[in-house]
């Protein structure tokens, strides 16, 4: 398996709601992220795991929050988001170190009302 | 400050012509380039790398350290390679960011 998949495709939420998004990649790769979206801009970042670890966190909000579980799952836990949080959030991964070509999911579309 | 600037928000031009989009870095260090390409509807997918040198869908991209330009070349554009075109960098060796430019959209038309 040579992707990285992505759930759901399309979140529609409250500002008062918990969601979580997945991501998940079968290519051993022991390095994962997080960016986000917005139209017809760049993806930024927001976190980076490397072997199950948090090692970059660009002073992200709270109401957002990383977890990994294992070296093929990456969540990102949603809480009190805003209506400016809308977004495509994209989910990466990359080999060892030294390769930094990232391979990206077709990302989460998120709508908060 | 380590900044991609791709100067060109849209280029069109005609199928057969001749591409170039733009990417100047800045980096304290030495990065490593890529251009990444976003067709519609489709995930975002590397395109090139400058450390493998090779060409794919017959675009090249030449690192030039003294002008810190990493520049896409195409000489005959093809309809199908209307796409967001961004250039990014990381710095060489262990887990780091992408910095990506803010993107060109490249619209080729009949």
């Known amino acids: 398996d040579t992707e990285v998949t992505q759930t759901p495709k399309h979140l529609v939420m409250g500002m008062t709601n918990k969601k979580s998004l997945k991501c998940e990649q079968h290519?051993?790769?022991?390095?994962m992220y997080w960016y986000k979206q917005k139209a017809k801009k760049p993806p930024e970042l927001m976190f980076v795991?490397?072997?199950?670890?948090?090692?970059i966190n660009e002073s992200v909000p709270s109401r957002f929050s990383p977890e990994c579980p294992n070296s093929s799952l990456l969540n990102l836990h949603l809480h009190a988001l805003q209506p400016e949080d809308s977004a495509l959030y994209l989910c990466?991964?990359?080999?060892?170190?030294?390769?930094?070509?990232?391979?990206f999911g077709p990302g989460t579309r998120l709508t908060v009302l | 400050a380590q900044r991609v600037t791709q100067p060109e928000k849209l280029l069109s031009v005609f199928k057969g012509a001749p591409v170039e989009l733009k990417c100047n870095y800045s980096?304290?260090?030495?990065?490593?380039l890529f251009w990444y390409v976003q067709y519609s509807r489709q995930r975002l997918q590397l395109l090139l790398r400058h450390i493998s040198r090779e060409s794919i869908k017959g675009f090249t991209a030449d690192l030039n350290k003294g002008e810190t330009s990493f520049h896409l070349k195409k000489p005959f554009a093809q309809e199908e390679d209307s796409a967001m075109y961004y250039c990014?960098?990381?710095?060489?060796?262990?887990?780091?960011?992408?910095?990506f430019g803010a993107g060109t959209r490249l619209a080729v038309h009949p």
């Open positions: 990014a960098l990381t710095g060489i060796g262990g887990y780091n960011k992408l910095i």
């Open positions: 290519m051993g790769h022991r390095a």
């Open positions: 795991y490397s072997y199950e670890k948090l090692s």
């Open positions: 990466a991964s990359s080999g060892l170190a030294g390769g930094n070509e990232q391979f």
């Open positions: 980096y304290s260090g030495s990065p490593e």
